[in-house]
């Protein structure tokens, strides 16, 4: 069994200061975690992606995420926001192997960011 | 395709009809899965296939949701005698195996009236 727990449903920012989006897992198996951004009207794009290999994972749009096993986290930042990064950010986690492949989503988080 | 293909991308249907949404996956991605999206709302897993096994439907929600994928080519999920409720974005993705990144199309947005 596998799940996903963002712990904001909104996050706001102002524009030039440090992005944090919270991501908590849970997973019966060693686990891919992903992150997703979807913009309004948009589909959804991947941002980063951890799959076992190092901890500390470099997306894009200067994003970033670090796998920390001892507290079941994937939390995602940015050490700047731009009015661009405004967007629904989703946390996924899917079993590396074994158990069920089907992407668990979390339900997003709401990224604003104020001028 | 250089991307995962959905048609089509809006559809307004009258309630009690059936509808039929189309997804082209990447070639050579052996997973296809079909998600919904309620407006405002995060993604709700509808059914997984994977190469030729048989598929995963444990998330469609009644048996009026049905759909089908024909080896590692498209998909069509349908939907028969549509609900108000069944208005969402219905997302179609594909990953080259399991475990691995899935890639998502633009989605079908469906309204029923």
């Known amino acids: 069994a596998q799940s996903v727990t963002q712990l904001d449903s909104h996050v706001s920012v102002s524009e030039g200061t440090p992005v944090l989006l919270r991501c908590n897992y849970s997973?019966?198996?060693?686990?891919?975690l992903f992150w997703y951004v979807q913009h309004p009207n948009k589909g959804l794009q991947l941002l980063l992606k951890?799959?076992?290999?190092?901890?500390l994972v470099k997306g894009i749009n200067g994003f970033e995420a670090e796998f920390k096993k001892s507290e079941t986290s994937f939390h995602l930042t940015k050490p700047s926001a731009h009015m661009s990064d405004a967007a629904e950010y989703f946390c996924?986690?899917?079993?590396?192997?074994?158990?069920?492949?089907?992407?668990?989503f979390g339900r997003g988080t709401s990224l604003i960011v104020h001028p | 395709g250089a991307g995962v293909s959905q048609s089509p991308s809006n559809k307004v249907t009258e309630k009690g009809k059936d509808v039929e949404l189309r997804c082209d996956p990447i070639s050579g991605h052996t997973a296809l899965y079909w998600y919904r999206q309620r407006l405002g709302q995060g993604l709700e897993f509808l059914i997984y296939?994977?190469?030729?096994?048989?598929?995963?439907k444990s998330g469609l929600p009644s048996d009026r949701f049905s759909a089908e994928r024909t080896g590692e080519s498209v998909s069509t999920l349908t939907i028969q005698r549509t609900q108000q409720e069944d208005s969402a974005v219905y997302l179609c993705a594909s990953s080259q195996r399991e475990g691995l990144e899935a890639f998502f199309g633009q989605g079908t947005r469906l309204t029923v009236v």
């Open positions: 296939f994977q190469g030729n096994s048989a598929p995963d």
């Open positions: 997973s019966s198996y060693s686990p891919s």
């Open positions: 996924v986690v899917s079993p590396a192997s074994g158990g069920s492949y089907i992407p668990t």
């Open positions: 951890y799959t076992s290999a190092a901890t």
